[in-house]
């Protein structure tokens, strides 16, 4: 079978979660299985989810497929770098990424990859910190599963580029992902993204929108910019605040078949 029609399995990892679909490709794409599994982990933190996404794929219909993995804001590290012309080759602006991650952690990357969002010449970039033992045990699992390792991506920027056609092109705005127990924001601007907020959250993440809200209208020159767009699971939409005129929810009922819209589309409905 040629790579370009090899199954794609999409996995969400988070705490005590894994989301799963496979995509059968072809000329007409369509969803082969989903799964959405949660239980006590064995071990803390991302250790024991990737030992339940290992037992996961060792169930029938899941191995021999190209494997899209989506992490947990809980476990990604982010920073805003803006653009600068005095850095020529991508490896001194992820150098300089490096450098504004240690400073805003106060801890050393290198046991950290850190990946740069695509952007053209002049824009903001948004930097990613991912566990680099993560990435290696997502790389053996995946070999040992017969699966190939096509991508790993933070749940802020999949979730972003699952939704960025129904942000505004211009302006400023926040778009916001919510999973339980974490927010993570981007702030939309006119150079790209010019600001990150990533938080652990209670059961009172409103407190949090609400903080947002705040951010929009007091970084906005118009009144009318600062709207906020927000993705939440469909367990957490009964928590909304009272008081949300300008805060929009992101629903799409019938999203398109990729690996990565379905994966996304899964997250929300069954958390």
């Given at each position: ?35 959405n ?99 290696d ?60 907020h ?31 767009y927000?993705?939440?699971?469909a ?37």
């Amino acid at each position: 079978m040629s790579p370009l029609w090899r199954d794609e399995v999409g996995v969400y990892l988070a705490q005590r979660r894994v989301c799963m679909v496979r995509i059968r490709r072809g000329m007409r794409p369509t969803v082969a299985l989903q799964e959405n599994r949660s239980e006590p982990l064995a071990a803390p933190g991302w250790q024991g989810a990737l030992a339940l996404l290992d037992a996961q794929l060792a169930q029938p219909g899941w191995r021999h497929a190209r494997l899209r993995l989506v992490i947990a804001d809980r476990w990604v590290r982010y920073v805003v770098v803006p653009w600068s012309d005095a850095l020529t080759s991508a490896a001194e602006r992820l150098a300089h990424a490096r450098e504004l991650l240690a400073g805003v952690f106060g801890a050393p990357a290198d046991d950290w990859t850190v990946s740069l969002s695509d952007a053209p010449p002049g824009m903001h970039r948004l930097a990613s910190a991912v566990p680099t033992a993560l990435i290696d045990g997502t790389r053996e699992l995946a070999t040992r599963h017969g699966m190939s390792l096509a991508s790993i991506q933070p749940q802020l920027i999949a979730a972003f580029n699952t939704w960025r056609r129904f942000l505004p092109a211009g302006g400023t705005a926040w778009f916001v992902t919510v999973e339980v127990g974490s927010l993570a924001a981007l702030r939309l601007c006119d150079q790209g993204v010019d600001r990150v907020h990533a938080v652990r959250i209670g059961p009172d993440w409103g407190r949090e929108l609400r903080r947002l809200q705040t951010f929009g209208r007091l970084a906005s020159a118009n009144p009318t910019e600062g709207q906020v767009y927000v993705d939440v699971p469909a367990a957490l939409q009964g928590l909304r605040p009272a008081s949300s005129a300008d805060l929009e929810w992101l629903e799409e009922a019938n999203p398109p078949v990729t690996t990565l819209h379905q994966l996304e589309h899964l997250r929300r409905s069954a958390a």
